[in-house]
Structures are given as structure tokens and as C-alpha cells.
């Protein structure tokens, strides 16, 4: 082994390198049974800027998983991909460049995409390999890649001929700033102010009105009814007139309905086309009229008259608002604070508008879908209920088209005539409807021979949902569907995080359910977010980003990965520095513990005659290697990495090592050199998935110059046994001697007389004298003869005080003086007698013997020097 301290810098960028050089990591594809494969269906990340700490942190929990499982003798598949082709991508583009997809073509706004998200993609690669993520980077891939696009395109003509799919004329969920179409999916919940407006409206042919509560007056030339819930005795003699929309003029019916809010506003709520998804069913089930006042952009529409081209929620509600007030119609206007949907990709309110959209089918197959997640296993296990509640609120078939550049064409052109839609040819994809021909002359439907290609793009969820499938290298074979890799399919562990379980996992689900007829995973594993050290969710906007950069700066790798396995997966992990230096410690611990080991024993002997401490030590590693492939096939890193980290440091390196070093000093004992390389092996490997650098570096130096721990086998028990219990007390009377000898400020070295030891330490005296310098050692047949002294009496002064008042001071004087007698569990003191409950007698075990005695666990420990 080199001298010197551990070089973490030099050692990392060594084997970084050679992992990649070597293919140490590649998949063989070789794998008859699949039970001998292990696949991971990996995360892509979104190409959105720069890699941050929780890909990082996600990462490094999936590597956990493939290194334990390729040291068991599994072919690894783990791959990684990039997922480019959607609005995230567009976003930064757009960003980078300070430009507008609309100015541009889609071939050309594509082409700056592609050069943009390449730079990203290349620094992905270089931070992934960087923090020793076992990846076989000849299994990568970008989801705009045309191999995948053929995919992505295949899946959707299948799941069309299945008839899963359908387009439809129908309200959106709608980006304003993005211009796009997004899914129910695509949105989140946002706290935000507002305001209330008490709008009067006049009841058609009547001096009677009435008054509407919004938070939403921009919507008023959309409104096409008022409604009236039922059981509203106050305003159901409203039902069947007709009402006049203040400043907009249009009359509208007034009808019931039992989805009217009876706690919100007045009672009386008008609906518009379309404010939200109430007023969609409003529209659907009263076949109302379509007043659309919104436009894709955000803008009002000619249908607002007077605030035409005005942005809708700021220009044109202020001076809508404004014009109510002086019509003298507002009759009030409250601040509130009320839950808005916001497209989660930029934070925008979104609108319903009406669209031409591509939907797949998921409201008729939710029981399945159910079903289908309980077949997964999932660690934890609570985060099923986030898969449950998400399909039980669901409200919407999935909108899978997009009104954006740089994503997947849609494979359809329309005839001209009757809009019939023609699929393009599978054996021809992936296509282009903007640039290529459609596969027929004319419309098998009417026979026009004219075409419009469709110039919407998948969802990128579309896409990314397919990741098992792009792995496993399905295709149409021009007869029937088949993979590349069928081995590895359904994979068997889905990593991801708990914030897009009901984006990634769920749409995965649906999509590879219906291709395969198979749940795509056999189990899914959740990690948590990132927190900063005050468990506040990491964002730019609040300047605490932690950049894996300024970490790996700081840090060795191994430590950031000793870091990320003290998690409890599902739950969000706080960024706390001294993780990290916990892990520098150990990873020192174990440099400097490898130097003795190989200066002690420069080579394994064959296994001797083992002396019982060489027994205890193995039989106790025996039980650590079970607990620790326990917990890593439960996915309890935190547990695993916290015993292990215990067991080397405090029962190895501070009660076995010491024991060892005095044997092997002493005059070469093969039991303890044996013993000692057989445990530092089985570390090393225990190790290894944790500290992924270090490990290798002690391996290949020590055990094997040519083949990776990585590709060694995961320890056995190796079935030794041991009198356990002796084992246990002989460590704790060496600890309780060096405690004896710190105390009177001995060194380790200073000789001790006499100990004698009552407790069971059955053949592990000559290594306790040895180590502790101990010249006499004797076991005692019986317990020393100990008194039980009182040391003290404790007052519950909450009960004394209120009880005994101005005697107190005088029970306390009699107490100070030993002037007390206990009787029956009785205290008298004072002239007063306390019960039991009044106070608490201290007790110590007192040895009035020679020498000084000490207690350790299991034992008694009489020392006389």
C-alpha cells in the first residue's frame, strides 16, 4: 500500500476512468434465466439546465442497489438517458438563446435544441461519472433520438389501432405562457392572492337582480349561465329566468345544478367557457353555448369587445374591474387568498380552452391501473397510497398532444375534406407529417386527395413513459412486436422520486400495461428531495441550491455517497455538511485500519485451528454480512451503512484490531492473521456499494490487481461458532480497563497486577491480559460481595411543597444530615412522614473488597494494581 495519508482526488479520477475504459460495468446480455439479470429501469433527467444535487442524491441510491446486486452474481442492466425532447427543453433553449420558438421553423428551432441540450448532456455525463455512478454507458439514449422516436411513434399508432386513443374537439387544460396544451398531470396547486367582486346582475324584463361573487370579472363575455344549486330555497325562483351580463350585454339562462357551492360567495355562480373544470361539465351537461374570450396566449378575444388583445388576468381585469365600478355594479371588493392551478413547469394559471387534442384513454381502466400498482413492490410501501389517491382523483383522459416545436411529430396527416386521419406506415417511422408524404394517394375514407399534416408533438411524457420498452429494445418486427433484450423485461426495480409518481410512474404504467399486457416493474423504489440544512426544498428563486460542483470541490465522492445512503427512502433528506464529514472519517478509519492490517498480515494464510476470539470476531461478522444483505434488499440503506459503519469502527478496529495487533506483534499468530484479512476482505466488500473509490483502490492493492470488487462476490456467512456471549462480556472488560486506565491517567501499556472477573469470558483470558497488560487475570466462580448504599433522597417537590409548606426546608435539613429513617417505604424525616410517592431513594452498588471494582455488560471486573 502506498504511505501517507489517503489521496481521494487522485484515487477517484483513477478509477473513474478505468470503470469507463475497462467496461467494467457493461452488461453481458448473455443471461439465459432472467432471474439472473437484474435491470434498472433508470430516471432520464429532464434537460433543463444544469444537474443538481438531488439527481446526485438519486443517483447514488440507485448505484447502491446495482453494485450490491452485480456483487451478488446479477448482470446488471443500467443504463441512462436524457429526456430532451419537450417543453423543458424548449424552455432552456429559449433561455440560453434569448429567442422564441414561434419566430422559427420546427427543423430549425430543433437544431438549436439539439445543440443546446448537447453541451447539457455532455456535462450530465462527465457529473455522473464523476461521482462513480456504475453506468454501462454503451446503454444510453435521448428521447429524441430517432430510434426512439420510432417508438415513441409506434406506440402511439398501436395504442390508436387498439382504440386507446382518440382525438377530440373538447376543453384543454391550457400554458398561456408556454402556448401549449398540458395534462392534469402537468399542473399543481398554487396559494395565491386575490380578490372577491360582488358583481350585481339584472334579471332579464325585471327590476329584480341579483349578485355573482368572482375572483375572475375578465371572464364576464364568457359567461353563458348562472346557477342555482337546488336546494337554494333564497334563489330558486331564479331558475328559468334569464339574466344580463353587467357591461357585455349577453342574456343567459338562469338553471340548478346540485355541483353549485352553497358555502362559497353567494349562492349563485356564473359559469363561463371555460374558467374551470366545473365549468366544463356545466358546458357538457347543460349543452350550453361556446363564448371563448381567452386566446391561446392569455389574451382576450374579439368576443370581449372593447378589451380585445388586452392580457386577460392583468390589463383586462383591471379595467374590467374598473369599468363595474364606475357602471356602479361593483357592489364590493375583497382581498382573499384561494388555491390556483398553475402549469408546473413555469408556474403560470392556466385556462381551458377548446382544442383539436390527442387523448389516451385512462378513466375506464383506473380499476386495472389500481391493480396493476399493487402488483409492484414498493419500498417504502406508504408511497402506494400517492399511485392510489392519484388514480382515484382522476378527472381527465391523458392529453398527450402539444402545440410546441421540439418534440416527437405526431405519424398523422388528415384528408382535407373530411379531416379522416391516416396513420403513417410502422415500417416507415419515425416521420415527419410536416416534411414527409402521407402513405396513401387518397382518403380511404372519402377519397380527396389533398392532406393536412398534423403539426402538434407528443407530450414528452409520451415518450419518457416508454423507458422500459426503449431499454428492452422493443420493435415491430414487420409481423408482431419483439425486444431486443426480453430478459430484462419487466425490469425489476423502477428508482425515481416521489414528486412525479403520478407523472413518470403512472403514465409508464399505463403505457407499457397496454403494449405487454405486464406491469412494466417488479418493485419501485422512491427516494425523497433534497432538502437545504433548514429542510427547506432546495429552488433558485430562494438562492439554496447546493451544486454537486461546489461539493466535489470540497469533498471526496465517497463521502457524498456515505452521505446519501443515511437516508430512509421516500423520506426528504436535509443537506447537512457533517454527513459528509462523518463519511471523510470513515473513509480515513478504514485507510488507515487496511495499513495495519496488511503490516500485521502481508497475506491470507489457509485457515488454521481459530483460537475462540478468532471464532467470536468471524461469528459477529457472520451476523453483520446477514443484517447488512438484509437491508439492502429491503432498500434500508441507512440502516445497513449505520451497523456496518459501527461494527468496523468500534468491534474491529477499536476491540478486535488492538487484540490482533499484541498476538501478531507477539510472535506471528496464524489464527489472528487469518482472522484479520478474512474480515478485512469481507469490509472491503461490504463497503464497496457505499465507498465506491476507496474500496477498489485497497482491493486491487491488497487482494486482486486485476478484477474489481465490484465484480467480486458478495460475502457468505461463512457459518463459524462461537461462544457469542464470551465474546460479547471478554470486549466489554476491555473496555471497562481502558476506561480504568484513561481515568488514572495510565497509558494502554502500563502494567495492571491483579483483575479478577465474574462473568463469562471462557477462553478469552490470555487475549484480555494480553492486550490489557494485565500479569494475573482470575475468573470468579461466585459474585463479589456487593452493598446496595444510599446516596441520596429526591423530593417531588410538585406534591412536598403544596403538602408540608414551611416544613420543607427542615425535611430538607434532616435529609442534608442523614437524620432519616425508611420503614416500610415510608421516609421519616422532620417529624413528618412522606409516602412512597413523595420522593425517590438513589441507590449505589458499593464493593468494600480489595481493589477497585468496575461493571461492565455481563460482568464484574475487580482491579487490584
Not at 42 to 53: A, E, K, M, N, Q
Not at 571 to 600: C, F, I, T
Not at 616 to 636: C, I, M, P, S
Amino acid at each position: 500500500m502506498p504511505s501517507g495519508e489517503y489521496d481521494s482526488e487522485t484515487v477517484e479520477s483513477k478509477w473513474q476512468d478505468r470503470w469507463v475504459s475497462e467496461d467494467t460495468y457493461a452488461y453481458q446480455g448473455e443471461a439465459v434465466d432472467p432471474n439472473t439479470v437484474f435491470s434498472i429501469d433508470t430516471p432520464p433527467p429532464t434537460v433543463s439546465g444544469s444537474l443538481h444535487w438531488g439527481h446526485v442524491y438519486g443517483s447514488i441510491l440507485q448505484d447502491v442497489v446495482a453494485r450490491f446486486n452485480r456483487m451478488q452474481g446479477k448482470d446488471v442492466f443500467f443504463p441512462f438517458g436524457y429526456d430532451d425532447n419537450g417543453i423543458a427543453s424548449e424552455r432552456l433553449t429559449e433561455d440560453e438563446l434569448d429567442v422564441r420558438h414561434q419566430d422559427f421553423g420546427r427543423r430549425e428551432f430543433q437544431e438549436m435544441c439539439r445543440e443546446v441540450t448537447a453541451e447539457y448532456e455532455a456535462d450530465f455525463n462527465e457529473k455522473m461519472q464523476g461521482i462513480g455512478v456504475s453506468i454501462d454507458w454503451d446503454q444510453t439514449y435521448q428521447t429524441i433520438e430517432p430510434r426512439v422516436q420510432r417508438i415513441s411513434q409506434l406506440s402511439f399508432i398501436e395504442l390508436y389501432d387498439q382504440g386507446r386513443e382518440y382525438r377530440q374537439r373538447a376543453p384543454a387544460i391550457w400554458c398561456p405562457e408556454c402556448e401549449t396544451a398540458i395534462s392534469q398531470v402537468e399542473t399543481e396547486d398554487d396559494e395565491q392572492a386575490s380578490h372577491f367582486h360582488d358583481i350585481a346582475f339584472e334579471v332579464a324584463d325585471s327590476d329584480e337582480s341579483f349578485v355573482i361573487s368572482t375572483t375572475r370579472p375578465e371572464l364576464l363575455p364568457a359567461c353563458v349561465a348562472v346557477f342555482v344549486h337546488p336546494d337554494d330555497d333564497e334563489n330558486q325562483h331564479l331558475v328559468g329566468e334569464e339574466a344580463e351580463v353587467p357591461l357585455f350585454g349577453q342574456t343567459v339562462p338562469i338553471l340548478e345544478d346540485e355541483r353549485v357551492d352553497l358555502e362559497t360567495g353567494t349562492g349563485l355562480v356564473m359559469c363561463c367557457t371555460f374558467g374551470d373544470q366545473t365549468d366544463i361539465e356545466w358546458y357538457q351537461a347543460h349543452d350550453l353555448p361556446l363564448r371563448i374570450a381567452i386566446d391561446e396566449s392569455g389574451t382576450m378575444t374579439e368576443v370581449a369587445g372593447e378589451y380585445d388583445g388586452l392580457h386577460a388576468s392583468t390589463e383586462a381585469r383591471e379595467a374590467i374591474v374598473s369599468d363595474l365600478d364606475d357602471a356602479d355594479v361593483l357592489l364590493d371588493k375583497r382581498a382573499i387568498t384561494h388555491t390556483v392551478n398553475v402549469h408546473e413547469r413555469c408556474g403560470t394559471s392556466v385556462e381551458f380552452l377548446v382544442k383539436d387534442q390527442w387523448y389516451i384513454k385512462l378513466l375506464d381502466k383506473t380499476d386495472e391501473y389500481l391493480e396493476a400498482g399493487r402488483q409492484m413492490e414498493w419500498f417504502p410501501e406508504k408511497m402506494f397510497t400517492r399511485y392510489k389517491n392519484w388514480i382515484e382523483g382522476l378527472q381527465w383522459d391523458w392529453a398527450i398532444s402539444r402545440q410546441r416545436s421540439s418534440g416527437i411529430p405526431f405519424p398523422v396527416w388528415y384528408c382535407e375534406d373530411c379531416d379522416h386521419p391516416v396513420m403513417a406506415e410502422r415500417e416507415e417511422l419515425p416521420v415527419d407529417p410536416l416534411s414527409d408524404d402521407p402513405p396513401v394517394d387518397s382518403c380511404p375514407d372519402c377519397g380527396h386527395d389533398e392532406f393536412v399534416p398534423e403539426d402538434d408533438v407528443f407530450d414528452t411524457w409520451a415518450t419518457s413513459s416508454l423507458t422500459p420498452l426503449i431499454n428492452a429494445g422493443w420493435d415491430w418486427n414487420g409481423e408482431e412486436f419483439q425486444m431486443e433484450f426480453p430478459e430484462i423485461y419487466p425490469f425489476d426495480m423502477r428508482p425515481q422520486g416521489h414528486d412525479i409518481i403520478s407523472f413518470w410512474l403512472f403514465h409508464t404504467v399505463v403505457k407499457c400495461y397496454e403494449h405487454t399486457g405486464e406491469v412494466p416493474f417488479d418493485s419501485v423504489m422512491i427516494n425523497g428531495m433534497v432538502l437545504d440544512e433548514n429542510r427547506v426544498k432546495m429552488s433558485k428563486s430562494l438562492g439554496n441550491i447546493v451544486s454537486p460542483d461546489e461539493v466535489m470541490e470540497k469533498y471526496p465522492v465517497d463521502a457524498a455517497r456515505y452521505w446519501a445512503a443515511g437516508s430512509a427512502i421516500g423520506d426528504d433528506l436535509p443537506y447537512q455538511e457533517k454527513g459528509l464529514v462523518a463519511g471523510e472519517k470513515l473513509m480515513r478509519k478504514l485507510w488507515n485500519a487496511s495499513k495495519l492490517v496488511e503490516h500485521l498480515a502481508d497475506e491470507t494464510p489457509d485457515e488454521p485451528d481459530l483460537k475462540p476470539i478468532d471464532k467470536w470476531l468471524l461469528a459477529e461478522l457472520d451476523a453483520e454480512v446477514e443484517f447488512v444483505t438484509e437491508k439492502l434488499d429491503n432498500r434500508e440503506f441507512s440502516k445497513a451503512r449505520d451497523s456496518l459503519r459501527s461494527f468496523f469502527w468500534h468491534t474491529f478496529c477499536d476491540d478486535y484490531l488492538e487484540i490482533a495487533k499484541q498476538r501478531l506483534q507477539d510472535g506471528g499468530d496464524v489464527s489472528a492473521a487469518y482472522t484479520l484479512r478474512t474480515a478485512h476482505q469481507t469490509f472491503l466488500k461490504l463497503f464497496a456499494p457505499f465507498l465506491a473509490h476507496i474500496t477498489e483502490e485497497l482491493w486491487r492493492d491488497m487482494y486482486d490487481a486485476e478484477t474489481s470488487v465490484h465484480r467480486a462476490d458478495w460475502p457468505e456467512p461463512v457459518g463459524v461458532e462461537a461462544d457469542l456471549e464470551a465474546g460479547e462480556t471478554a470486549m466489554a472488560v476491555v473496555s471497562v480497563l481502558r476506561k480504568y486506565k484513561t481515568d488514572n491517567q495510565l497509558s494502554m501499556n502500563a502494567e495492571v497486577d491483579t483483575v479478577q472477573v465474574y462473568g463469562n469470558i471462557t477462553g478469552l483470558e490470555e487475549d484480555i491480559s494480553r492486550v490489557m497488560h494485565v500479569d494475573t487475570l482470575e475468573t470468579l466462580e461466585e459474585e463479589p460481595e456487593i452493598e446496595s448504599v444510599v446516596t441520596g433522597i429526591d423530593l417531588d417537590y410538585a406534591q412536598v411543597g403544596p403538602q408540608f409548606g414551611s416544613k420543607v426546608p427542615d425535611i430538607e435539613a434532616a435529609l442534608e444530615a442523614d437524620d432519616y429513617v425508611i420503614e416500610d417505604g415510608v421516609l421519616h424525616a422532620a417529624d413528618v412522614e412522606l409516602g412512597a410517592d413523595l420522593f425517590e431513594v438513589n441507590r449505589e452498588r458499593k464493593y468494600s473488597g480489595e481493589g477497585e471494582m468496575l461493571e461492565a455488560e455481563g460482568a464484574l471486573v475487580i482491579v487490584q494494581n
